[in-house]
């Protein structure tokens, strides 16, 4: 009898190992299209593969026509260097559902040779029409020490520039590093649109962001067990500056923790945060799609 069940318990955690590199099952569609104001395709291609569990010739076309059948309709893909900013604008110029941000991750900032080079390269992507933002850009005060948070300083005052000589919508990236944030953008001048992506503070944090006019990012986060001081954030942050992202393929909302997150999952922390806000399923759909055609313009 224990020989059966040490064989069953083994099966069950093979299983589970073989089912942690899968995409999970597709979620309950919302009653009203959402966006994901913040998804890394091409990572997500690259490192998990495609929704749906087969080869596909066009995978970006795949993860746009999944993410529509649970009403996700439209996505923003984010860059985090020279490169996957180039490739997320030529992206957003071929797919009407996909629009695209560039930018120099704050940690990749103080590891380039020529970060002024790099800025170039950013300032005209930032110019071409289907590029609607400007980001992740930031401060990580997590990954970066304090020998590389010049650079990484330098770099976000640079994009923050750039995103309003453009008039674009400035995406920030901000990991332990709250009060920093603030004080670069209050010194700065904030752009008129700002995202706060992944937004990881607390509710002092939150209330700071909302009464300058910020829009707060929420993703699978804020489904976590753990995330209470998140989702008190959540509670008092006003319909009208509420967004919702995967940060695909990371941070895979619950129940599926663990597991790569792609753009089609966004229902369940959509149904989440209306749990968190007490706010009605549909208002809340409502309200975080005009929040993402404001800040990001018509797609």
């Not at 495609?50 to 059948?69: I, K, L």
């Not at 260097?81 to 900032?109: C, F, I, M, Q």
């Not at 590029?131 to 850009?137: C, I, L, M, P």
């Not at 989440?272 to 055609?293: F, H, K, M, V, Y």
């Amino acid at each position: 009898m224990l020989a059966t069940m040490s064989e069953q318990t083994e099966s069950r955690k093979q299983r589970a190992a073989r089912r942690a590199g899968e995409f999970p099952p597709a979620p309950e569609a919302l009653p009203r299209p959402v966006l994901d104001s913040h998804t890394h395709l091409d990572i997500t291609v690259s490192e998990a593969g495609v929704p749906g569990g087969g080869p596909s010739d066009d995978p970006v076309a795949t993860a746009v026509e999944v993410a529509a059948g649970v009403g996700v309709d439209r996505l923003v893909q984010v860059g985090v260097d020279v490169e996957s900013s180039r490739w997320g604008a030529d992206v957003a110029e071929k797919y009407a559902a996909v629009l695209a941000t560039v930018a120099l991750h704050p940690n990749e900032a103080p590891r380039l040779a020529d970060l002024d080079e790099a800025l170039r390269e950013i300032e005209t992507l930032a110019a071409r029409d289907r590029v609607r933002g400007v980001g992740e850009t930031g401060m990580d005060f997590f990954r970066t020490g304090d020998e590389g948070r010049a650079a990484q300083e330098e770099s976000f005052r640079a994009h923050i520039a750039i995103a309003k000589r453009y008039g674009k919508a400035l995406v920030i990236h901000d990991r332990d590093a709250h009060a920093d944030v603030l004080r670069v953008l209050d010194d700065e001048g904030a752009p008129e649109t700002v995202v706060l992506h992944c937004f990881s503070g607390d509710a002092d944090f939150a209330a700071e962001c909302v009464r300058r006019g910020y829009l707060l990012s929420f993703a699978g986060t804020v489904t976590f067990g753990s995330a209470a001081a998140l989702r008190e954030a959540a509670a008092l942050t006003p319909l009208d500056q509420i967004l919702v992202e995967t940060d695909a393929p990371y941070l895979t909302p619950m129940p599926h923790r663990g597991r790569p997150n792609a753009s089609y999952l966004i229902p369940l922390t959509v149904r989440s945060l209306a749990a968190t806000t007490g706010a009605d399923l549909d208002e809340l759909c409502a309200a975080i799609s005009a929040n993402g055609d404001r800040a990001f313009g018509p797609w």
